[in-house]
C-alpha cells in the first residue's frame, strides 16, 4: 500500500517556466489536499477537492491551478513560475474529510525557482 | 476566528528528559485534535488523535496528549525524549461542522534533543 505518492522530489524551475507536480493516492480517498510548507511560516492550503470533478480554493490559490478528473489524482499546475513559489509543497488525502480523520501526506516536492 | 497557536517556536531539551510542547486552539465547534510529527525532509506523520471519551490520548513513538477542554489546551508530552525525537511537531484541528474539509494548523514547534 503506497499512501500517497508525490513526483517529482526536486525540482528546479526557471523564471517562467511551467510545471506540474503530480500526486496520486491508492486508499480511495475522497478528499485530497495541496499545502506549500516555508520555514516558519507552517502549512499553506493552495486548493483541495471534495471528490472527482471538484476542486476548490484554499488560503493561497494564487499561481496554482488544479484538476481532479479520478479519485487518485490530484495535480497542481504552475504556470509562469516565480521565485515567489519556491517552496516544499505537500500533498494530502483523507477518507472522512480532514476535519474529522485527519490526513495521509506525502514526502513533498521541493520547488525552486531561479 | 478559527485558529491553533503553538506558543514555543523552537525547544531544545537532553536526551533522556521529559517534553511537553503546547498547542491552544480558538474553535466554535467540538474539537478534532490532531499532532503530526515531521522528520527533516519528510512529509507529515500522524502521532495522534482526540475525538472524544478519555482525555488522555496515546500515540505512536512513545507520545501521548491531555485534551483540557477548560483551558482549550491540547499539550503533547513523552516522558523519556530519544535522539529520534528531534524533529518539527504540528498541532492542527477540525471538526464536524460546516467547514469539516480541512484542518485548521498551527505553526509548528521545532524541537532539538541534546546527547
Known amino acids: 500500500n503506497a499512501g500517497v505518492t508525490q513526483t517529482p522530489k526536486f525540482r528546479i524551475l526557471k523564471i517562467g517556466q511551467s510545471m506540474t507536480l503530480q500526486c496520486t493516492q491508492d486508499?480511495?480517498?475522497?478528499?485530497m489536499y495541496w499545502y506549500r510548507q516555508d520555514p516558519g511560516m507552517g502549512l499553506k492550503l493552495i486548493y483541495y477537492?471534495?471528490?472527482?470533478?471538484?476542486?476548490d480554493k484554499g488560503e493561497v490559490p494564487n499561481g496554482y491551478n488544479v484538476s481532479r478528473s479520478t479519485t487518485e489524482d490530484f495535480p497542481l499546475r504552475l504556470e509562469l513560475a516565480a521565485p515567489s513559489q519556491t517552496s516544499v509543497y505537500f500533498c494530502?488525502?483523507?477518507?472522512?474529510?480532514?476535519?474529522?480523520?485527519?490526513?495521509?501526506f506525502g514526502s513533498g516536492t521541493r520547488l525552486t525557482v531561479v | 476566528a478559527q485558529s491553533v497557536t503553538q506558543p514555543d517556536i523552537h525547544i531544545t531539551v537532553s536526551e533522556g528528559a521529559s517534553l511537553e510542547l503546547r498547542c491552544n486552539y480558538s474553535?466554535?465547534?467540538?474539537?478534532?485534535l490532531f499532532w503530526y510529527v515531521q522528520s527533516p525532509g519528510q512529509g507529515l506523520q500522524l502521532l495522534l488523535k482526540?475525538?472524544?471519551?478519555d482525555t488522555l490520548v496515546q500515540g505512536i513513538k512513545g507520545f501521548e496528549a491531555e485534551f483540557k477542554r477548560s483551558q482549550s489546551s491540547f499539550n503533547l508530552r513523552k516522558p523519556s525524549v530519544h535522539w529520534s525525537d528531534a524533529a518539527e511537531y504540528f498541532c492542527?484541528?477540525?471538526?464536524?461542522?460546516?467547514?469539516?474539509?480541512?484542518?485548521?494548523w498551527g505553526l509548528g514547534t521545532s524541537l532539538a534533543v541534546n546527547p
Open positions: 486508499m480511495n480517498h475522497n478528499y
Open positions: 494530502a488525502s483523507s477518507h472522512t474529510g480532514g476535519g474529522t480523520g485527519g490526513y495521509t
Open positions: 482526540y475525538f472524544s471519551g
Open positions: 474553535y466554535g465547534a467540538t474539537p478534532y
Open positions: 492542527a484541528v477540525g471538526s464536524e461542522g460546516g467547514n469539516n474539509r480541512k484542518l485548521i
Open positions: 477537492s471534495v471528490g472527482a470533478g471538484i476542486t
